[in-house]
């Protein structure tokens, strides 16, 4: 759930202040939250999958398609949600590979291995595994893969730093990292911020299924919700399960507990958001990068209409490079020894 919006806690209220304390938080917020609002998952993020796809795709083209393609592969879809970009990749993979669907989610997971097993277009049948775990502490052998992707989730985790340098620990000399639509820090800090709130207010205010659901709210005589899943609804039953589980003392207000989801993201202010060229300077020195794209230069409400959306970005691309809200990147890891084979590959057709 990774959004330009920007607002401050209320530090009013209790909250953990150790970083292991703090950390924990975050992470069951998010699992629980995404539990709670996965049947919607799909449905809210159409507009999302629907510009997203084509990365993954060229992602899929470029490392699945090789000469390796007949060696026994081990592919990771991390943070996997419903299962986004593993039906996307599973056209791509052979029968004597293994994809590993990380999550979590229980029931993320469950939606997940239901859209795999009711999936019945491949014949490869790949061998595939979800499995519950959290990406700081992958239950995986040192240099044990040969592709880790995650879509949008990197903003959700506690400690960005750790989970990078776990998927290098486990990342083979020669494997692949795709990371796709991750905020971009430059974005938060410019005037695109505000023309991109700005552009998002107004898409929100004009979408017919929104003007829609706010009609049926006024003709009911009740408060207007801006999503499927009714606030008092997730809000009231993330708080309860939080207190009892001793995580929190006393409730959070909605405000809070989205921060929370977003520690990246939201909240953040002018810090909001990942410095790409930096992380891959810190924290994976060496990898070569094989693609490092920046998007949405005005927002993610502007992708309800895909047109507009290429013919914005390209523009302004053209003037202002590494400003777009998001930034995603395809980046090799170092093998230690002259590989004749380069950081290419094709943009045709399936494999």
């Known amino acids: 759930m990774m959004t330009v919006e920007h607002s401050t806690a209320d530090h009013s209220l209790p909250l953990p202040t150790g970083p292991r304390e703090h950390a924990a938080l975050v992470r069951r917020v998010n699992q629980l939250y995404h539990e709670l609002t996965g049947h919607a998952f799909d449905n809210e993020h159409r507009y999302r999958h629907r510009v997203e796809r084509s990365f993954w795709q060229r992602v899929a083209r470029q490392v699945l398609c090789t000469s390796s393609a007949s060696k026994p592969r081990v592919i990771i879809d991390l943070a996997c949600g419903t299962g986004f970009v593993s039906e996307i990749w599973r056209p791509y993979l052979k029968g004597t590979d293994s994809l590993i669907a990380l999550d979590l989610g229980l029931s993320t997971l469950q939606s997940a291995r239901s859209k795999w097993i009711n999936n019945d277009h491949t014949p490869a049948y790949a061998s595939y595994f979800p499995l519950a775990g959290d990406g700081a502490s992958l239950p995986l052998a040192n240099e044990s893969v040969d592709l880790v992707?995650?879509?949008?989730?990197?903003?959700?985790?506690?400690?960005?730093?750790?989970?990078?340098?776990?998927?290098?620990?486990?990342?083979?000399?020669?494997?692949?990292?795709?990371?796709?639509?991750?905020?971009?820090?430059?974005?938060?800090?410019?005037?695109?911020?505000?023309?991109?709130?700005?552009?998002?207010?107004?898409?929100?205010?004009?979408?017919?299924?929104?003007?829609?659901?706010?009609?049926?709210?006024?003709?009911?005589?009740?408060?207007?919700?801006?999503?499927?899943?009714?606030?008092?609804?997730?809000?009231?039953?993330?708080?309860?399960?939080?207190?009892?589980?001793?995580?929190?003392?006393?409730?959070?207000?909605?405000?809070?507990?989205?921060?929370?989801?977003?520690?990246?993201?939201?909240?953040?202010?002018?810090?909001?958001?990942?410095?790409?060229?930096?992380?891959?300077?810190?924290?994976?020195?060496?990898?070569?990068?094989?693609?490092?794209?920046?998007?949405?230069?005005?927002?993610?409400?502007?992708?309800?209409?895909?047109?507009?959306?290429?013919?914005?970005?390209?523009?302004?691309?053209?003037?202002?490079?590494?400003h777009g809200s998001l930034f995603s990147w395809l980046i090799r890891k170092n093998t230690g020894w002259h590989d004749p084979t380069p950081c290419t590959g094709t943009e045709g057709g399936q494999c």
Not at 179 to 202: I, V, W
Request: aromatic residues 8%.
């Open 149 to 322: 992707g995650i879509n949008a989730a990197l903003h959700h985790v506690p400690d960005p730093v750790a989970a990078l340098r776990e998927i290098d620990r486990v990342l083979r000399p020669g494997g692949y990292f795709a990371l796709g639509f991750e905020p971009n820090h430059t974005h938060f800090g410019s005037y695109m911020n505000r023309m991109a709130k700005g552009m998002d207010r107004l898409v929100w205010y004009t979408d017919i299924q929104q003007n829609r659901r706010r009609l049926r709210a006024w003709l009911a005589g009740k408060r207007i919700d801006t999503s499927d899943v009714h606030e008092d609804t997730w809000v009231a039953t993330l708080n309860t399960r939080l207190i009892a589980e001793g995580y929190l003392p006393t409730p959070l207000n909605e405000e809070s507990l989205l921060n929370l989801v977003d520690p990246h993201a939201r909240g953040a202010g002018p810090s909001a958001g990942f410095d790409a060229a930096d992380l891959l300077r810190r924290v994976m020195p060496g990898y070569e990068v094989c693609r490092l794209t920046f998007s949405d230069y005005l927002g993610l409400g502007i992708r309800r209409l895909p047109t507009v959306r290429t013919i914005v970005d390209k523009l302004v691309h053209a003037a202002l490079p590494e």
